[in-house]
């Protein structure tokens, strides 16, 4: 009797273990479902913004699980990682449709554009697809044209969808590109020159104050309703080589670009960051998809989203 008691409660434990290693198993959504075209009420300050988001995503399914959001970092550097996608506009120097079809030959060679839009009209060129900003810039100036940068993002989705910071000198020169992907994902880009050869910690920091340069900066910016071992703000190590330039592209769960507005994004000279910094810029927001149609801002005179 107490054989045949033991098999039975061995042979039901067998459906229930499988049931739990399936749910294991199971993802919590569909990572190929379209993202939802949220549009947020026009707010009064940056604070309010962040309320608009959290509760845009509470109504939105996540496409990243609880448990891969709480250990996710900023993917490291890799040729061979495709940036996820998004739309990037360029103003580009073209004259006749001779011009629009050397600048789309070109661009179609490159491999991760799924999508060219020319309009002759404007000298813009909007192009969808996975490439940094970099990349693309450097095939169109193949074509001998001008060209530079204007708008990046996703029209539509986001009240804030992208954001710069300018790092003007007078040693390190760069330009760091921030664009919202969805409402758990976002590209950061960065370009940099003036820097000493080797590894650097980089970050975004918590305040805008420049007063004392980085130092002034405050901590590495960590929303408290993020968990992990990793403030969201750590960007990780930047490697500048014997020329003293770097280059990054990658992308970053969990990262809000309009929670940056007005923050910091600071250098150190250590990989660890326990220096207290050599460099340091104040996160603005910047243009996104057929928002810069002008090329100078009327502010100032500067070209805007100019890296050079």
Known sequence: MVGFLRALTAASAVPAA?????????PSSSSSSPTSRLRFPLPASV?????????????????????????????????????????????????CEGCVTAVKNKL??????????????????????????????????????????IGQGNPNDFLVSAAVAEFKGPVIFG???????NME???????????????????INEFGDLTRGAESTGK????????????????????AGENGEAQFS???????????????????????RSDSGIAAAVIARSAGVGENYKKLCTCDGVTIWESS
Not at 18 to 26: D, E, G, H, R, T
Not at 111 to 125: P, R, S
Not at 133 to 142: E, G, N, P, S
């Open 18 to 26: 499988a049931v739990a290693a399936l749910a294991l198993a199971s």
């Open 47 to 95: 604070p309010s913004l962040s309320t608009a988001y959290a509760a845009a995503a509470a109504r939105t399914p996540s496409a990243v699980s609880p448990m891969a959001a709480a250990a996710a970092d900023i993917s490291a550097p890799d040729k061979g990682t495709a940036l996820p996608e998004l739309t990037t506009e360029f103003m580009v120097d073209m004259k």
């Open 108 to 149: 179609q060679t490159l491999e991760g554009i799924k999508n060219i839009e020319v309009d002759l009209n404007n000298q813009v060129v909007r192009v969808l697809g996975s490439l940094p900003v970099k990349t693309m810039l450097d095939a169109l100036h193949q074509t001998g044209r001008d060209a530079r940068l």
């Open 175 to 181: 330009v760091v590109r921030l664009a919202q992907v």
């Open 185 to 203: 994902l976002a590209r950061v880009e960065a370009t940099f020159s003036g820097l000493s050869p080797g590894k650097h910690g980089w970050s």
């Open 220 to 239: 590495v910016y960590n929303p408290s309703d993020y968990l992990s071992d990793k403030p969201l703000g750590d960007l990780g190590t930047l490697e």
């Open 250 to 272: 990658a992308s970053k769960e969990k990262l809000k670009v309009v929670d940056l507005i007005g923050r910091s994004i600071a250098m150190y000279a250590t990989e660890d």
